[in-house]
């Protein structure tokens, strides 16, 4: 179905009742519905948008499905949501991924993520140590080896 086909059907069908449909197609395929749409369902328009945008960008994606999911699944356990992850875990296992696989992706995932706490705080330390705290409080010239 093309995007405009899309479209098309959700202003036939209306928002509440296109919302209803999405959300019982999602429960099926995933066994529930994530919280997150739970409240977006809340209001129909909000879902959606946000599912027509998810969706543009994953049907599009020049990456397999399953690359998806487990990209999705990195982002999740970086961001530490466990529900981001068991979520996407579920749909990365119905793509096909491997329990290696994802694993091998939550390694990496960590991997980044730890990487990126050590960069920040690297740079906010040098920045801030840049000047010596100490020497100021106490008053003291550290150019000046003269006591």
């Known amino acids: 179905m093309t995007f405009e086909e899309e479209l098309s059907e959700i202003v036939q069908a209306g928002t509440e ?8 197609s999602i ?4 066994g529930k519905v994530p919280l997150i749409f739970q409240r977006m369902a809340e209001r129909p328009e909000v879902l959606i948008s946000h599912l027509l ?13 399953k690359y ?19 979520y996407h875990m579920q749909a990365a296992l119905k793509m ?3 329990r290696d696989e994802i694993l091998e992706t939550v390694l990496i995932a960590g991997l980044i993520s730890n990487s990126s ?20 409080t106490h008053g003291i010239d550290p150019d000046n ?3």
């Open 17 to 24: 009742d296109t919302c209803a449909g999405w959300m019982k």
């Open 117 to 136: 706490v050590l960069a920040n705080a690297y740079r906010v330390i040098d920045e801030k140590l840049a000047k010596c705290v100490s020497c100021e």
């Open 145 to 147: 080896s003269d006591p």
């Open 27 to 30: 429960e099926q395929e995933y």
């Open 96 to 98: 096909g991924a491997s």
């Open 68 to 86: 998806v999911e487990l990209i999705c699944l990195a982002v999740g356990a970086a961001l530490k949501c466990t529900h981001c992850t068991g």
């Open 53 to 65: 945008y998810k969706d543009a960008v994953t049907k599009t994606s020049a990456l397999d499905p």
